[in-house]
């Protein structure tokens, strides 16, 4: 369990001791996983309802993050609403006047990676020292989320960048899942107030060439669902400096050798809608048009760090729209040893609210745990 959810029982420990109703939760906790019959058993072995109540909460905090987030969620469904609210005082609360995707399904998502940091000319476009942090960390992130099929490709020529794309954007199996993200690690630049990423020979392709391989009329398999886009690039050469530990940037070109481097509801209602080509698609761009973005040679990118550090702790009970936005207000801390910084940007193109609801799925009608790992 994450700390800042230990933190949480152990803020509110007199408050769970003294109202909470455990004994409406420890079935519940065995059918979703979290415990054993033997551990349940173990718990409450004692006459002494507080000893064994104690020992809950104790017991708990050793459980991976899910368990968190199934407590909140029987603290709900056993009508423990205020208890659940002092916990997780941000929890889901839908807003019946805004749409939003379903995306509980056993097969969630699929993942595609495409990561460049080893150039043919290495005078030109240098080793992007730190992206294979970032691999790891989206591995992981995913990973324990659960229901994520994850497509990785690294250092690929425009060219097969290109193919890549199209071959995943027609891939049928993508109908069986829920959603789509789309994460490209490169070098990048701008021609003509346009963002472009660099193949690992050079060349280059526009990021609009890849989001309009997913527009409707393009895309039928992810037609109607969302699609997410995240972009790790430089988008120029400027820089943000504010009014220097050692970072690095994906521009295109190396620095000279003087410089410091650097469905619309959870129910099965059919509902008709007008088709847009433009819709259902997030984009994420890790800097601002005509800037470089940051990259430390040991925690990777800034950008994909803080998306993995605040995807794992908030994704649970915030939209991917909204994570975004903390992800922004993490990056505003952060400064440079050039004292520069970064600001990320992103694009809702007839996006909904889509939460991705880590950890558990809807079969069958029931709600379910993944076997993580």
Not at 105 to 123: F, S, T, V
Not at 287 to 312: K, V
């Amino acid at each position: 369990m994450l700390e800042e959810s230990k933190d949480i029982i152990i803020k509110n420990f007199l408050t769970l001791m003294k109202d909470c109703n455990v004994d409406t939760l420890k079935d519940k906790m065995v059918n979703k996983g979290i415990f054993t019959d033997t551990e349940i058993s173990n718990i409450f072995s004692t006459s002494d309802a507080r000893h064994n109540k104690r020992v809950f909460f104790f017991n708990i905090q050793k459980k991976e993050q899910h368990a968190f987030n199934v407590l909140i969620e029987l603290l709900k469904d056993t009508g423990q609403h205020r208890i659940a609210q002092i916990l997780a005082p941000h929890s889901v609360d839908y807003n019946k006047a805004v749409d939003y995707y379903s995306s509980r399904a056993k097969k969630r998502g699929k993942l595609l990676i495409i990561n460049n940091y080893d150039y043919d000319d290495k005078e030109r476009h240098e080793f992007r020292n730190g992206a294979t942090v970032d691999n790891h960390n989206l591995h992981a992130l995913f990973n324990q989320m659960g229901g994520w099929e994850i497509e990785h490709y690294d250092n690929k020529t425009t060219e097969e960048i290109r193919h890549i794309i199209n071959k995943f954007a027609e891939d049928k199996a993508g109908s069986q899942y829920d959603m789509c993200f789309v994460i490209v690690m490169a070098h990048g630049s701008e021609i003509s107030n346009e963002t472009i990423i660099f193949g690992i020979d050079g060349s280059h392709i526009p990021a609009n060439k890849i989001l309009e391989q997913f527009t409707s009329d393009k895309c039928s398999i992810y037609r109607g669902k969302p699609k997410v886009f995240l972009f790790q690039v430089c988008r120029g050469s400027k820089l943000d400096y504010i009014i220097g530990r050692y970072s690095e940037t994906d521009s295109a070109c190396r620095e000279s050798a003087k410089a410091v481097p650097v469905t619309s509801t959870e129910k099965n209602e059919k509902i008709t809608f007008n088709l847009r080509t433009q819709e259902d698609i997030l984009v994420g761009y890790s800097t601002l048009q005509s800037y470089q973005a940051h990259r430390d040679p040991e925690m990777g990118s800034w950008y994909i760090e803080l998306i993995c550090q605040n995807f794992m702790k908030h994704a649970h009970n915030h939209s991917v729209d909204d994570l975004l936005i903390i992800v922004d207000r993490d990056l505003r801390k952060r400064v440079s040893h050039r004292e520069t910084m970064q600001t990320p940007e992103y694009s809702n193109r007839g996006f909904r609210k889509l939460y991705l609801h880590p950890g558990i799925y809807y079969e069958n009608g029931k709600k379910k745990i993944f076997d993580i790992e």
